[in-house]
């Protein structure tokens, strides 16, 4: 059974910072790999897909890897604001039905 | 149109009550899902909808009854709900069997059992 891990759970830091989200799955026979944000109470926006074949991907100032034979993603965000405090989640997708989350790392940017 | 679009957006129900959520998109997309997602949780999946058929039910109980009138719409019907129900039901759908789509999630029904 698949397993994601996301590490840390919580993270603060000041504004400005640059900082690395991380996620780590137990079953490499993956499709894809998606981060989501999640304001609270909200829905699930979607921040970055990597393909099993791709290695990153890059919008604006975020920037996900994917290390598929080593079961390891990470979510870079460069020159962190206060609106990106929110939840990250991690999930990875094996067929159209299977997509198996993270916990999540709940971020605070503070001014 | 790029958005999976929910409704209401809130929702109070008593446990004798029936109501419903709905969930529209207009991405042409074929797959459809509900996910539960109660406080400080990853979402779980409830349900999947395939081409408007019924292709996985997460043994998710009865009270709960699933409906996909068209490829745009997918409603989730609520009876008899207990207390411990009241969570962030979510809605998603998928471009289909491809393997290189990615999940687009509505904003979701904040649903409180009283």
């Known amino acids: 059974k698949q397993e994601v891990t996301q590490i840390p759970a919580a993270l603060s830091v000041p504004e400005g910072e640059n900082l690395v989200l991380n996620c780590s799955f137990t079953?490499?026979?993956?499709?894809?790999l998606q981060w989501f944000r999640q304001d609270p109470g909200k829905g699930l926006t979607s921040l970055l897909l990597?393909?099993?074949?791709?290695r990153e991907q890059t919008s604006g100032r975020l920037n996900a890897s994917l290390d598929k034979s080593s079961g390891r993603s990470t979510l870079y965000i460069a020159a962190s604001q206060p609106g990106d405090s929110a939840t990250y989640l991690c999930?990875?997708?094996?067929?159209?039905?299977?997509?198996?989350f993270g916990k999540g790392t709940m971020l605070l940017v503070s001014p | 149109d790029t958005e999976v679009t929910q409704t209401p957006k809130h929702l109070v129900m008593g446990m004798t009550n029936k109501k419903s959520l709905k969930c529209e998109q207009h991405?042409?997309?074929?797959?459809m899902y509900w996910y539960k997602q109660k406080a400080k949780k990853p979402p779980e999946l409830m349900f999947v909808?395939?081409?408007?058929?019924?292709?996985i039910n997460e043994s998710v109980p009865s009270r709960f009854s699933p409906e996909c009138p068209n490829s745009s719409l997918l409603n989730l019907h609520l009876h008899a709900l207990q207390p411990e129900d009241s969570a962030l039901y979510l809605c998603?759908?998928?471009?289909?069997?491809?393997?290189?789509?990615?999940?687009?999630f509505g904003s979701g029904t904040r649903l409180t059992v009283v």
């Open positions: 909808y395939s081409y408007e058929k019924l292709s």
């Open positions: 990597i393909q099993s074949s791709q």
């Open positions: 999930a990875v997708s094996r067929g159209y039905s299977t997509l198996t």
């Open positions: 998603a759908s998928r471009g289909g069997n491809r393997t290189n789509y990615g999940y687009t």
């Open positions: 079953d490499s026979a993956i499709y894809n």
């Open positions: 991405m042409g997309h074929r797959a």
